[in-house]
């Protein structure tokens, strides 16, 4: 049975694993004050060009929203963010359940606009009931979104150019960060994302990890006592060294990139192969979900010799389905599915 | 350096290292619907002969004790536990962040006690003005306790007797538990806590894995839609695979109880080796958390050698230090550190 | 300077005044356990035709709201409501504060539809993710609506029959509920509301008291010890005799409808008189609240002698003012004010 | 049947419900921000001697300590308080619901002392675990206390000094404060309190209010929007009126204090009374609680003609009640009690 069903089904690069096994006897400190964590934060800092970046590795992405939203956010003040955010739908309401609502923007495959962000902001700040209603208190973009699309540099500099005027923090949800990052058509570097963003997160379980995500506070943001806010939410791994040595792994020798690039060539031949069959995609994806239309027989039969991602019907007779690579995808693999189309 | 500082401060046992790399590129689905939770969920059952059991993977201590707590409690009540009790000193306020209050009763090195629970239970309910109270509404033990103390059988039957005539749930913190199960002074068993408990936890981290621990619901108890509760806790891992293949693996060939002897082992020669060169212990513990009590001088310049936890200062010219052994511990280590006394 | 800016601008009715005077040295237990509240439960009991119904008088509309919301619903679930609700948008995001998601619908003049609902909960259900999203754990309406609009009975039937048929409680915020029961133009009772709804609420606060909602739990289902509930939510009245003397007077001799039905006719001359010196009206509204489009020159101009609700701007000429009667208006301001028209 | 069982067993001060009737219809803004709420702002902040300070109406005890123990903290911090403060004991759980942990004191009838709260800070920062425990973030002390005791002057001088040293604020809750500042054994007054407090609350419902507490910052230190926090805390009023009338006439010509000392007198000659006859006091309160010790027959007898309140039972054969005074407290029913024993 091939899968595309998404890009956490294996489990983490080898080179990561190799080096839990090197390290594992090592007596290290706890909570994250290992050796392997300061490494992998430095290397994390050299990563975006930003030498006074504050780092702090948690297990996963909704833990990772959840947290510094709940972080940054006073009581009154709510994320503003896409209708289809990852933070709007499909993370249980952490984020209301830490007391916060989402505010939601309207979207465009995935992306917000700053044009509307800033009418948001401004009509917020010019009702007269404003205090009577929830304060926007930062905004939330996911790179790349939900639906695989990306922010041009010149749309981060718009947004963040909206956020700072409301003096407001600017957070990226980089869940998938390494793919984005590593996609053809971009101009978007993670020293761009540093200097655009207040917040964001670098995205280890979707890309090689076996659990991990890099949060960097790129503006000497980090909350005060941010380790005791971090337990306090349950997320403080005692073995904070299986998030060093991950990061510190990824980040040696460009692995990150590296491993990333080769879910974008998987997709590539992916598109390509579903160009040349006549296969309509959703939407144009430059990263590595590829949403593409199928009839509903088709759909039917390919369920059967390959797991894919169920999207949505856009009318009674097709099916969308997201077919995602990842760093562990093989190129045999992709050709066998385009065999069967 | 030798270090006697926690239970920790290793990584994982080689097996469970082992086993993430056979199974590290197969396909499996996210969020603990795999094949390794699977098995490692029905190796728990058996191994607590409670085939009903309900097993849900979690990452620590904290998190599965704040998870736990807040799912089983009405908004209205707290949870009765030790005054020295982990949920009561260590997590940050992990329970109040929560919504809960953590209603102390008195400790005997770290335990408590059914009469003065039950006391505590009557005296709330007969108190006139409990609707403007904290109603008790579960009851927390940990065992071993924080002071490596251990509750009996027959104390552990008299606790689950008052709860059931309160009707309150039993819970019981195992993070340590193979090393309670492990003492030669113990007629616990994984069976008799199944029996007794409500609810409780085997832990993984401090007992061989990477982190993790099992959650299991021995009473047909599992709150409803346990899994969106813990995904808003934000503690549901993507690769639920690197907890279930951790636990499918402790639970295959009894090795958790095998790791957690040696400890036991370890620590019964650390305890011999400070009975014959005159150290007093703190207290008796029968597990792998010993207590001595140090001359300050001593204690400084063992410092140099071997990483010690500090404990408290008994009188000005002492300093109890814990020292624990673990799954990982070395005998050569051991002697090594005996004959620096 | 005449006002029809809300319909909280005075004190409170006369009557009621007179008998908080007159019961003013009596000596009442604390905590609602008087008599004034009992004899009010029984009055609206009787008014509900609802024997079983349980009361619980609270001081404000948001606070109810958000006592009621969170007590009803489980952690991981949310609270469906118009996109218009005054739960989603005027009340700073007490309910996310308290843990729960407002999932919005789509809203006609601020109602939302039977089919609408039941195509969301369905929908919901059948999201193979559903594990990740927020659960729709009740349905929120106001009755009349924030733009002054109301269900009909057959309305109100379907929405009850729809949250019948998920299980889920059905809940009206009342806030304005006497200007509703009154109303012309309207075949909803109070025994009907009594009837059709889960819990609802009667306003006090807007229809002739200082401060008060009355709390109705029509099915047997006021959730267990709710005063501890509204204890830790800050809500517990010490002297609770000032909710029940208000409430017990409202419900003698019909007070509560008398005061509304006057509102309904002093809107009804103002509806009349605007549409006979030819102003449009933004929506149509049988209650009493009314919304006008004006010129905005004349809207600058009227301001200067009259209080009024500012609502939008339709486009760059107009404004959509509201204009709110109560039982405190006096026929001679609504025609001092038709007469600046 | 005569009532000595709580200081709000009666409705309001006669010259409050005269202040309503005359101002009821007068159209005012709503939310507090009516002339009447800034009349008894200015008045408050005379009586304080302090021009800068901001306030805020609440409607009870409860709800005042909640929000502002919750504004004033972050969220990994804790209040301390005596243990048998009424935030620890009496609040159900309010505290911990909103997020924050009450770091318990040891209590002197009621009073915590300013070298046990040194200690317990610098015990906290010293401790290398503390991000794994709750911070100490403010102080909170009620004068009078629970048990009728007043803090003097130089006390709450010292406490003030050990809280500015930790940079936390000192929180005084005055739900009985009319009653300390008339007491005769007393040389703190408001213009003290404001002084060494950064924040306070003058209790209204139990000094005769309908209900209302006056929350004063003195440091220029209220959280910013507070407004928005009071609404999400579901506590803002519609009709703040309501509140600023009750204010700004218990702070015309005195009435504060004036009824205060009425209920000193009172407790004067009931203590005097119950000296005279031999009877024991529980403990020695300058305020309007007095406890005395009654055998049981006595109070069993007693009970029928005058109600108590319970306080405890300090041997088998004796019991402690409360006997409070009030605003409304005639002194012909303290002779009729004096007469009975």
Redesign the interface.
């Known amino acids: ?1 091939l ?1 595309f069903e ?1 890009d ?5 690069h ?1 080179r990561i ?1 190799q080096r ?2 090197e ?8 909570y994250g004050q290992d050796c392997y964590c300061a490494r992998a934060k430095e290397k994390i800092r050299q990563a975006c060009e930003c030498p006074g970046a504050e780092i702090f590795f948690l ?6 929203n ?2 510094t939203i ?2 940054l956010l ?3 003040e ?1 994320v503003a963010a896409a209708k289809t955010g990852h933070v709007s ?6 984020v ?7 505010l ?1 923007l309207p979207e465009h495959q995935g992306k917000i606009c700053a044009k509307e962000l800033e009418a948001f902001l401004k009509s917020f700040w010019q009702d ?2 404003h ?5 926007p208190g930062m905004v939330y973009i996911s790179h790349p979104t939900e639906y695989g699309t990306l922010y041009s540099r010149e749309e981060l500099k718009e947004l963040s150019s909206v956020c700072r005027s409301y003096e407001i923090p600017l957070y990226l949800d980089g869940a998938r960060l390494g793919y984005g990052l590593m996609s053809r058509d971009t101009d978007v570097t993670l020293p761009v994302i540093a200097e655009y963003c207040d917040v964001f997160y670098i995205g280890g ?2 890309v090689g990890a ?2 991990g995500e890099a949060l960097v506070f790129t503006k000497d943001n980090m909350p ?2 941010f ?3 971090v ?9 904070g ?2 998030l060093g040595i991950q990061f510190d792994t990824l980040f040696t020798d460009g692995l990150y990139f590296e491993i990333s690039r080769h879910a974008i060539e998987m997709a590539g031949i992916l598109k390509e192969g579903l160009d040349k069959k006549g296969y309509r995609r959703y939407l144009e994806s430059p990263t590595n979900q590829q949403f593409v239309i199928l009839e509903n027989e088709k759909y039917q039969a390919l369920k059967k010799e390959a ?1 894919m991602g ?1 999207w949505e019907k856009p009318d009674p007779g097709h099916t969308v389905v997201r077919l995602a690579t990842s760093w ?1 995808t093989r190129r045999e693999d992709v050709e066998a599915f385009l065999a069967l189309l």
């Open positions: 049975m899968s998404s956490y089904v294996e489990g983490a080898e694993l839990l096994i390290t594992n006897l090592e007596q290290l400190s706890g297990t996963g992405g909704t833990q990772t959840m947290i709940d972080a006073k009581s009154y709510g739908t499909h993370e249980a309401g952490a209301e359940f830490h007391g916060h609502k989402v939601e007269e009931n205090e009577h209603m929830v304060f379980t979707k076996l659990c005060g006592h380790t005791a806010v337990k306090q939410h349950g997320a403080l791994l005692a073995k060294r299986l797991a169920f562990a």
